[in-house]
């Protein structure tokens, strides 16, 4: 981290364990850094005060059955200081999403799953993109990506789909699950998501694979206003 007009650099949180960490800023200037806590099964999240250093030993969960999946954490952090990572576990059969109040005095909530449970011995096997998002008034939004399997010998790739779910101001949980994009025969890559003015919006990258074919990459994008429900979305634009 460098504060404005500072050349130089602080140290380092810890060594990159390759489970995937992210970190998310305020307004204000408090920090939160989610990170795999070293045993690969669970999350550290530590908090910075407004100019002040980051605080250890901050745990958001530990003993996660099957383990945490490699790549899946992302945090967001709301104009207001209010903390919101989010991760993928067991391979993609649990997406699991936490709270932490603003300023020094927050906790993190127990962590809840947004995602259908695929249940013990399933063969599902999740893709590993999780996005976060929070706005000013307490809105906030998870998608998370969903493999989508072809029959078996059916000459197709599998597909991919970004699954999301919302919480209104006030709420404390994620409400009703909606499916925002399939791509067929092909993955969602560098999934990432902002809100603002209580909409939320989604940019990735998809890379389709035809049977026979050679694989093709387009960049694409979608909106959501509050008023639509979670299963609504505007048109997905691809360049």
Sequence with gaps: MRRAGDPSWSGGLGADTGQGDDTAFA???SAVYAAEDGTGDGVSAPWRPPGGPFAGGETVTSGIAGGLDAGSLRVAMS????????WSEDTGKR?????????????????????ADEGAGSTFMGCDETAPAAGPDGRAVAL???L???PPLSGQWDGCAIE???RGPGATT??????????????VRYMRAAMGDGRAAVAFIEDVVPAGGAGTQSYAGRARDPARSPSTASACATR
């Design 164 to 166: 999301a779910a919302w």
């Design 95 to 115: 997406i699991m999403v936490s709270t932490r109040g603003p300023g020094a005095s927050g906790t993190w909530s127990a962590p809840r799953q947004v995602n």
């Design 144 to 146: 998370w990506t969903r």
């Design 174 to 187: 994620f409400g009703t699950r909606g499916t925002v994009r399939t791509v067929e025969h092909g993955m």
């Design 79 to 86: 104009p207001t200081g209010e903390a919101t990572p989010l």
């Design 27 to 29: 307004p204000d200037g």
């Design 148 to 150: 989508v399997p072809e």
